[in-house]
């Protein structure tokens, strides 16, 4: 995990400085991006087709993100948030709508704070549906945001943030034959805190 994770990371680093060298005009007029990686903190539900919720084991998961957004302020931006959430063997991939507001003077070398939601689907494409015999289907994804920026003395910024992370999905199981048909469905409400660090241009 730690060598993925370093892997990720270096990848980021050189994303964020090319995109730098080469399109400084346009990444200072209206193009933003916050790329992000972290971790995802505390415990889901497990709503059986009783509506009865039992918690599931909590532990620390996975998650990474990239935000493209177009300024329509100098401190506003609306864009997209494409990302992965891994959940055990689940691996959530969220498409949402976004907005990134930062707070300050826009010019200003200071750290700088801002405040984000997104706010979309979970897709589960990443997953391989005939294990099983189970399928899944994914649901609402939502996270608000409240981060720094933290500048790096050129156009990037290092990004450290903390926020909320819903997810939901659900499983649908086979447990028949052909000749009697039965399944067994369980949905899954993700409710997590989301810390991550990343780079911001």
């Not at 209206?30 to 532990?59: A, C, D, H, W």
């Not at 100098?74 to 063997?89: C, E, M, P, Q, Y």
């Amino acid at each position: 995990m730690k060598s993925i994770l370093t892997i990720i990371g270096c990848l980021i680093f050189s994303v964020a400085y090319t995109q730098e060298k080469e399109s400084k005009s346009f990444l200072k007029d209206k193009y933003v991006n916050y790329t992000e990686i972290g971790g995802l903190f505390g415990k889901s539900y497990q709503i059986t087709q009783m509506s009865y919720s039992t918690p599931v084991e909590g532990r620390t998961n996975f998650t990474i993100q990239s935000y493209n957004g177009y300024k329509i302020s100098d401190k506003l931006s609306v864009g997209v948030t494409v990302g992965v959430d891994w959940f055990h063997a689940m691996q959530i991939v969220p498409v949402s709508l976004g907005i990134r507001n930062t707070y300050g003077k826009t010019a200003s070398k200071k750290v700088k704070p801002y405040i984000g939601v997104d706010a979309g689907y979970g897709f589960t494409w990443l997953n391989d549906d005939s294990s099983d015999n189970q399928t899944a289907k994914g649901g609402l994804a939502i996270s608000p945001v409240l981060g720094l920026l933290i500048p790096t003395g050129g156009q990037a910024n290092f990004v450290l943030s903390i926020g909320y992370k819903h997810n939901a999905f659900t499983t649908t199981t086979n447990t028949g034959t052909d000749d009697y048909p039965s399944s067994r469905t369980k949905e899954y409400e993700l409710n997590r805190m989301a810390v991550r660090f990343g780079v911001n241009f």
